[in-house]
């Protein structure tokens, strides 16, 4: 039987958590807002804020955080990296994580700034490597970890048994679950759970669902950080530039596919990479049967 077309009541309770980045001008906070205040009413399991590279969005971060826990109650995570800091200045931020009363962190390596495929040096006095950081959160207090997981392995992983090692120590370390990267094959992403299990691994592994908002943005990011995007799914947006209409109703049917793909595979959590859009995410999330606080017992 199809689990996505049972009844809420049928099957495993389905549940969403949100990713959002700090937005960079007033505009953008405008509709960083707009979007939070239509999502938050979904009830997510939390709202998340990445940290810009290199630790360059620290501050909005922080700020951004804050203000959704305060304004909508909605728990949130604040996004971390290691890369190009001193062990000392990551802690600080930790320590201001906690003072702020964020207990959420994603955890996580970051990229040198010559780019994704860059070999990555630590600072001198700096956490090693994701589950280093890992590992020092833990020393200073009583945080939710959530930490990064690759269904096509990341690019700098010798092989898998290297990639999966890594997820390894990263949960020994005291994460609490993975969220994964963007990922277009969902065999890809169940191959990962299964070799992962095998290992022991016993976190929650929660998909990382990018809806394509924009193709060719979206081929950017994946091709930056080593995301395969298959030819099909190519073939798909193919000469939709210049049909927005199109495109979206694509890219909505696209990502109900994969979403609901994962459900009749059994996935029960999801990881939305909103890009501080709406749209698309308040569609999926209907077809997860979730819908917001109002409307849910109307
Ligand atoms: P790690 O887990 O440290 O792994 C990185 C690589 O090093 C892997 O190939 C691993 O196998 C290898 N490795 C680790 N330890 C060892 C060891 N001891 N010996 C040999 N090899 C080792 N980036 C940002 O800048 N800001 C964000 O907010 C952000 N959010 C993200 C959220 C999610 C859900 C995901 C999936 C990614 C995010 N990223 C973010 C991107 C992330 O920083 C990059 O993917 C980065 O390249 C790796 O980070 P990691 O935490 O997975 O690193």
């Known amino acids: 039987a199809r689990m996505s077309r049972q009844s809420p009541a049928q099957r495993p309770p389905l549940s ?5 980045f700090p937005p960079k001008t007033d505009a953008m906070e405008a509709r960083f807002w707009e979007s939070i205040n239509r999502l938050a009413p979904l009830n997510p399991r939390f709202v998340s804020v990445t940290y810009g590279a290199g630790g360059s969005t ?3 971060t922080l700020r951004m955080v804050s203000r959704i826990e305060a304004t909508t109650g909605v728990p ?10 001193s062990r000392e200045e990551v802690d600080a931020v930790v320590e201001g994580y ?7 962190i994603v955890a996580l390596r970051g990229d040198p700034p010559e780019g994704v495929g860059q070999p990555f040096t630590p600072h001198p006095e700096g956490y090693r490597n994701a589950a280093d950081l890992v590992a020092g959160i833990r020393r200073l207090g009583d945080f939710d970890i959530s930490v990064a997981a690759y269904p096509e392995k990341h690019p700098q992983s010798a092989d898998w048994q290297a990639d999966i090692d890594n997820l390894k120590r990263k949960i020994d370390a005291g994460a609490n679950r993975a969220i994964t990267q963007m990922f277009f094959s969902n065999a890809d992403y ?10 022991g691994i016993t976190a929650p592994i929660v998909p990382g669902i990018q809806p394509i908002h924009s193709f060719r943005q979206i081929a950017g990011f994946a091709a930056r950080c080593g995301a395969t ?4 799914l190519a073939e798909r947006f193919e000469g939709l530039e210049e049909d927005p209409e199109t495109h979206a109703l694509v890219a909505a049917a696209v990502a109900a596919e994969q979403v609901l793909e994962l459900v009749d595979a059994g996935v029960t959590e999801f990881h939305f990479y909103t890009l501080n859009r709406a749209n698309l995410v308040m569609a999926l999330a209907r077809l997860l049967g979730i819908r917001p606080e109002a409307q849910a017992t109307a």
Do not use: M, Q, Y
């Open 16 to 20: 969403v958590s949100f990713e959002f």
């Open 229 to 232: 995007i298959p030819s099909w």
């Open 98 to 104: 906690r003072a702020a009363g964020v207990n959420r």
């Open 190 to 199: 169940l191959r990962l759970v299964d070799r992962a299990r095998r290992a």
């Open 76 to 85: 949130s995570a604040a996004h971390l990296t290691c890369v190009g800091a």
């Open 58 to 60: 620290r501050e909005r």
